[in-house]
């Protein structure tokens, strides 16, 4: 049985940013992560996304982001335990044990949830034989967008993921068709209003409002695609590739059974120390909801601070701990 003060599961960048509070916190932490290496989506789905609301950062690409967060945990010697799940917690009378689904068991104080969206996959769209064009020239993130260098690209969906790809491939792909089944738009307002001026210029075709409705090609390879509007007009337009942004299914897995308080796929917090219903558990991130809830990267880093300042608590109860600003003590050493 491993001992840690705290254990935080997800090792996106909110759990990441929590590893370097905690340790500023003088807490110990253990990771815990379903995929084989940490960054989450910002590794798995799109590395090389540019991410514009970083402060300091005007712009950072996902991947550098991720970098930099592991960098900054570095000094406090996190265990990252990759590539398993939580299976089992238990309340043992001052603390939680946890195991995994590979046999890892740890003794901890305090659990941090940085789950994100938890298991995540893609919202597929309703075509016949999509599968076989998958990860050939159908796909649902980029995770290198030089394949697409010459290309025409077909871009469906309406929300921040579909119109920043827009954008970062117009220069890059040899045509890019942006298809949305309406003229509004779920994205950042200066984002659109640049994919506005993108197909004013020519450089993106706006195919509004139109939907998906068939693909054509051969042994896994794009040629065209049919368009579809709601009065039924056809519109066929050529396809080397097709990237479809629909949003991610969310599964929380086993923490559904952990007697939380959850509210659509989200765990309920109280505002300001993000501990959920059960003492001693916190979430932060995309995972944790609470009233005017900002699913922002940064305000998960705000809610890892303090989650940490909380958990200080619960670990050194009675304890004064005079907290300083980071520029007066500097990143403190920690013990692996």
């Known amino acids: 049985m491993k001992s840690t003060d705290v254990v935080i599961i997800g090792a996106g960048p909110v759990g990441l940013f929590a590893i370097f509070e905690c340790g500023m916190m003088k807490l110990k932490a253990h990771v815990i992560d379903a995929l084989a290496e940490v960054g989450g989506q910002c590794t798995a789905l799109y590395p090389e996304k540019p991410i514009y609301d970083i402060p300091a950062h005007p712009t950072i690409l996902a991947g550098d982001l991720i970098e930099n967060l592991k960098a900054q945990a570095a000094p406090f010697h996190p265990t990252y335990h990759l590539n398993q799940q939580v299976t089992r917690l238990e309340k043992v009378k001052d603390h939680w044990e946890v195991e995994t689904s590979k046999g890892t068991k740890i003794k901890t104080k305090a659990i941090i949830i940085a789950a994100g969206v938890g298991a995540f996959g893609p919202n597929r769209p309703p075509l016949e034989n999509i599968e076989s064009f998958e990860n050939k020239s159908v796909f649902y993130f980029v995770k290198n967008k030089s394949m697409f260098k010459d290309k025409s690209v077909v871009i469906a969906g309406g929300g921040d993921s579909a119109v920043d790809w827009a954008l970062n491939l117009a220069d890059i792909a040899k045509k890019v068709t942006f298809v949305h089944r309406r003229d509004k738009f779920r994205a950042a307002p200066d984002s659109v209003d640049k994919l506005r001026a993108f197909a004013t210029q020519g450089k993106i075709d706006l195919a509004v409002p139109y939907q998906l409705a068939s693909l054509q090609g051969n042994e896994g390879q794009l040629e065209s695609i049919d368009l579809q509007t709601l009065d039924g007009d056809i519109k066929t337009v050529q396809a080397d590739a097709l990237l479809a942004f629909f949003g991610l299914s969310m599964n929380l897995g086993p923490l559904k059974e952990w007697g939380l308080n ?44 303090a989650a940490a300042h909380k958990i200080r608590e619960l670990v050194y109860p009675g304890e004064t701990f005079h907290f300083q600003y980071s520029t007066s003590q500097g990143v403190p050493g920690a013990s692996s």
């Not at 765990?267 to 993000?274: C, N």
């Not at 699913?295 to 890892?304: C, P, Q």
């Open 262 to 305: 959850i509210d659509k796929s989200h765990i309920t917090v109280t505002l300001g120390t993000y501990e959920t219903s059960i003492p001693g558990i916190f979430a932060i991130g995309d995972v944790a909801t609470y009233p005017h809830k900002q699913k922002l990267i940064l305000t998960g880093f705000s809610e890892a601070a």
